[in-house]
């Protein structure tokens, strides 16, 4: 019979004495267990005393925490928070180095835990930090443990950045600002500094005066990826909250200081592979870079405003009366109207009227002059050719240009805040100091490549623009490294290429259409649906790793988690560092019993998307969110690292409580499975080598025809 819900059977054990193997009733309380274990090995003051974990973080337990704990779990009877955090707090203060180094040491560990950290910051813990810092008698592996501790206990949010004081600031500036400083000493410099800016609007300004974007820039030309990866999360922090005002300064100021090429040269084509975190604080620039597009974007033309109509004036000029004819815009005064037809506008006799539609807004302007000016044979090339084109096979290069502005700032998300978790960005937009303008520049070649491989007309507008969208998109996919790799792909992703590409996507939909390919299908599908199934739970037997996200995501802490080879047990635990390959179940701490499952919840019904946090929860960090319901009344919360490995997970769970499977991955994978299997089958048939039919059997004359043919 197995033992009541409310009783797990655990190990607890005290240095220098057997461990004491106990049945803990969950519905008693702690306190009275506590004495009890401290009875058992002859210990007084049990108030004194608290259990922890003995593996992983080794976390304090509580009341609001002991519901976590599972059957076979191994305890530690320690001394409790309050008194750790008065002892530490007394060593901190004392005269010998070596104490004050080793409670330091302790401290920087015991305060990711959220129990210690409230009673360590009721006792002033942190002001006794600061001032530590502030002194600037520290160095070393002492600073770099104070620097540790400090982060860890103000990442709780217990207490408010805000009253972090100015001195405190400028010391924390000052490591920064140092030539040669340790480098665990800047990591957590940067790293402080970076949160300053975040939770405070007010230590923004303070952080912003004594840290130079040029000071920043300079730590990212060493070889350690971790210190650059907290540079320019830096500077993307000082980025986001800067005012309006003083984001088309400081992007200024970060151009002049060759922030890109730095990038370009010492981080993305450096020798070492770059890490997720890398690459999110890259595509996190990449995005904040792209919204300061943003204002133009938004700004409507305004019809009566003479210096925004000379700018169309001048591209009727560049492309009609070229550089050395003084005399022409005189005599084409009367054909204005005409050229502004063939620059393919939509209102021909005032073409501003193109430009008030939000979005693209004076950005479809700002592009289109950079083409006349920087490229100005292509510009030229592009509109004669087509002014010179039957009407209806003509490509309007006005028209063209304003969507295509439109649709580059849709797939380039311009204007939206980062996604957390997302590492999206393009190597090729850090080779050139104008990439969203040479971007532009590129596809508005390619639309009038596809316009005439379409032979579209203005009816085809639509159709065009749809094609145009599919190979832009397909060619960043391929994440090319520069603006000329992107050029090939797209020179490979002509209108036929699209078109077989699409025909070849269709077919594994709906290219066998008739009754009896059907009836095959309908017979296929059970046995195909089988296989994904179990693929799915040989996936979740491999298991996979997860990153936990905190208010401080370089710190980089995952967790495992891996099902049983009998599919009984949920396995998981913390985990240092990322792993190579799988995690044995002996490393996993805990584990949850299938049959205990509940549920599976995805996206905002997750507890986890529920909760308040630092993070902004967006709609990516949704699509990847999942968590396991089980008895009684516990979570197992899931941020997947990426779509994939969340249908994996989430349709693995399905399977494993006997639900159906319905992510797109499933779906996908059905298809194109009963594709291949259906097709298969026919090429058998249509191999198959019929035999000559052999000389028919002579049957028993019939009573009823005496005269029958055996011919």
């Not at 596809?450 to 639509?462: G, H, L, P, S, V």
């Not at 391929?478 to 699209?498: A, T, W």
């Amino acid at each position: 019979m197995p033992p009541p819900a409310d009783i797990v059977k655990v190990a607890i054990e005290w240095p220098g004495a057997n461990a004491q193997l106990i049945e803990m009733d969950q519905k008693r309380a702690l306190s009275s267990i506590i004495r009890e274990v401290c009875d058992g090995w002859s210990l007084s003051g049990s108030e004194q005393f608290a259990l922890r974990y003995a593996d992983g973080p080794q976390l304090y337990i509580t009341e609001q925490t002991r519901g976590e704990i599972k059957n076979g779990t191994i305890l530690r009877l320690a001394i409790s928070p309050g008194r750790a955090a008065r002892q530490l707090l007394e060593r901190i203060q004392s005269h010998g180095i070596d104490a004050r180094l080793e409670a330091l040491k302790e401290l920087a560990k015991l305060s990711a835990d959220p129990t210690f950290a409230a009673e360590f910051i009721n006792m002033e813990g942190i002001g006794t930090l600061a001032r530590l810092v502030e002194s600037g008698t520290h160095f070393g592996e002492m600073l770099a443990f104070t620097l540790t501790a400090f982060l860890e206990l103000m990442d709780h949010g217990i207490v408010s950045w805000d009253l972090i004081s100015l001195s405190f600031i400028k010391q924390i500036a000052g490591y920064v600002n140092q030539p040669m400083v340790d480098v665990s000493i800047l990591q957590r410099s940067l790293a402080i500094l970076e949160s300053m800016v975040l939770n405070s609007h007010s230590l923004y300004h303070r952080v912003a005066q004594e840290i130079t974007v040029g000071q920043l820039i300079g730590h990212l030309q060493v070889s350690n990826q971790e210190i650059q990866t907290y540079a320019i999360a830096l500077i993307n922090a000082l980025f986001l909250k800067a005012p309006e005002d003083r984001r088309q300064e400081m992007a200024s100021t970060l151009a002049q200081k060759h922030l890109r090429s730095i990038i370009l040269n010492h981080v993305i084509r450096g020798n070492r592979p770059i890490k997720a975190e890398m690459a999110h604080q890259l595509y996190v620039l990449q995005v904040l870079t792209f919204n300061l597009l943003e204002e133009r974007m938004m700004t409507k033309m305004d019809p009566n405003d003479q210096t925004q109509r000379d700018i169309i004036f001048e591209l009727r000029r560049i492309a009609f009366d070229g550089e050395n004819d003084p005399t022409g815009t005189e005599k084409r005064k009367a054909m204005y109207s005409k050229d502004y037809k063939m620059l393919g506008f939509t209102n021909h006799v005032n073409p501003a009227l193109d430009f008030t539609q939000t979005p693209p807004g004076m950005l479809a302007l700002d592009n289109m002059l950079y083409l006349a000016k920087v490229h100005q044979d292509t510009y030229i090339r592009i509109v004669l050719e087509n002014s010179s084109r039957e009407d209806k096979h003509e490509c309007p290069f006005g028209r063209c240009a304003i969507e295509l502005t439109r649709m580059l700032c849709e797939i380039l998300q311009v204007g939206e805040l980062p996604n957390e978790g997302c590492n999206d960005y393009h190597p090729m937009f850090f080779t050139h100091d104008r990439a969203w303008e040479e971007f532009f520049c590129v596809c508005i070649q390619l639309l009038n490549k596809t316009w005439k491989e379409m032979r579209a007309t203005a009816e085809d507008f639509n159709k065009v623009m749809q094609v145009v969208r599919e190979q832009i998109t397909r060619a960043l996919a391929m994440k090319p490294s520069s603006l000329d790799q992107l050029k090939n792909k797209l020179r490979g992703l002509n209108y036929s290429e699209i078109l077989r590409l699409r025909q070849s996507e269709r077919m594994s939909q709906d290219d066998f259409q008739s009754p009896p390919i059907i009836e095959l299908r309908e017979r296929i599908q059970p046995e195909i649906l089988e296989l994904i199934k179990q693929q799915r739970l040989n996936r979740l037997c491999e298991g996979s790793c997860f990153r936990k996200l905190g208010n401080r995501r370089r710190q980089e802490k995952f967790w495992f988690c891996r099902l049983s080879l009998n599919h009984k047990m949920l396995h998981y635990g913390d985990l240092d560092e990322s792993p190579q390959g799988e995690v044995p179940f002996e490393l996993l701490s805990d584990k949850i019993p299938v049959s205990d499952i509940k549920s599976v919840v995805t996206g905002k019904d997750c507890p986890h998307m529920k909760e308040k946090s630092a993070l902004k929860q967006n709609k990516e960090v949704l699509e990847l969110a999942f968590s396991v319901l089980y008895d009684p009344d516990e979570t197992l919360n899931f941020v997947a690292p990426n779509k994939y490995e969340y249908c994996i997970w989430t349709d693995g769970l399905c399977a494993l409580l006997g639900r159906e499977m319905g992510s797109d991955l499933t779906r996908s994978d059905l298809d194109t499975l009963i594709s291949m299997e259906m097709k298969l089958r026919l090429l058998d048939l249509e191999n198959i080598t019929i035999p000559e039919a052999p000389p028919p059997v002579p049957k028993e004359p019939s009573s009823y025809n005496f005269n029958y043919n055996y011919s």
